[in-house]
């Protein structure tokens, strides 16, 4: 008799554990579903909220975009005849113009060679107060891909910011189309030479630039390069 109880306990025993274990394995899959649906819920809202981000910032009112923009190498020297200023591209000089914020214009060849490479250049008037100036010297930091200057010739608008083939006009700095445009466009990809260096070249504003090469200076960069043509083999096309 006490054997067959000891069984039986047994077998009671083994029976609790067998559905302790089946409710222990169906409460993980249930929060194993529960983790699989949240994370799809956040993945579908990060990517609707990208998408939603992408066609604002797409969305940018007063681009004007331009077909047919040239950019081929003419001497250093060689001044290119633009059709407008500042010039959304077009043929250029072969060093380029370090990114950054400078107080005085800079070469227009170089500058343009430097949105080749994916920056955005923003020329503002001379005039434009000094408020307005320190905000847009405030849109660059450390390594952006984006040169601001005074203007060197008159503009249809107080601030005008170029990439390669767009431009945009603005009455003033916190121009909120003006800001999306620098977001959207900076470093941009649709360029004649994506990810090409924005550094290590010409750092000189113009009337420097233009004495050095007065007065026969070397034509390179501050490397000591000869523009694309011998700064590397990943830029052999440029």
């Avoid at 067959?4 to 025993?13: C, G, I, P």
């Avoid at 998408?51 to 001497?75: C, D, K, L, Y």
């Avoid at 203007?151 to 189309?177: F, G, L, N």
């Amino acid at each position: 008799m006490a054997k067959k109880k000891s069984a039986e306990e047994r077998r009671r025993r083994a029976a609790e554990l067998k559905a302790k274990r089946i409710k222990e394995e169906r409460r993980k899959r249930m929060w194993k579903i529960a983790g699989i649906t949240t994370a799809a819920v956040l993945v579908v809202g990060l990517l609707v909220f990208a998408i939603a981000m992408e066609v604002r910032s797409r969305n940018i009112s007063g681009v004007q975009e331009f077909e047919g923009v040239t950019n081929e190498h003419v001497p250093m020297g060689e001044r290119v005849d633009y059709d407008q200023y500042p010039p959304p591209g077009g043929d250029h000089w072969a060093s380029w113009q370090n990114c950054g914020v400078y107080p005085e214009p800079v070469t227009t060849e170089l500058a343009v060679h430097s949105m080749e490479h994916g920056a955005v250049w923003i020329n503002y008037d001379p005039e434009l107060p000094e408020d307005e100036v320190q905000a847009l010297n405030e849109m660059y930091n450390d390594g952006d891909y984006l040169l601001v200057t005074p203007a060197a010739e008159e503009m249809e608008a107080p601030i005008v910011a170029s990439s390669w083939a767009r431009q945009i006009t603005a009455e003033s700095a916190d121009d909120e189309d003006l800001e999306r445009y620098v977001q959207m466009y900076e470093r941009g990809q649709d360029v004649p030479e994506p990810g090409a260096p924005c550094s290590g070249e010409i750092s000189e504003t113009a009337p420097e630039f233009e004495e050095r090469l007065g007065g026969g200076g070397e034509q390179g960069g501050e490397n000591g390069a000869e523009g694309d043509e011998d700064a590397g083999d990943d830029e052999e096309n440029e």
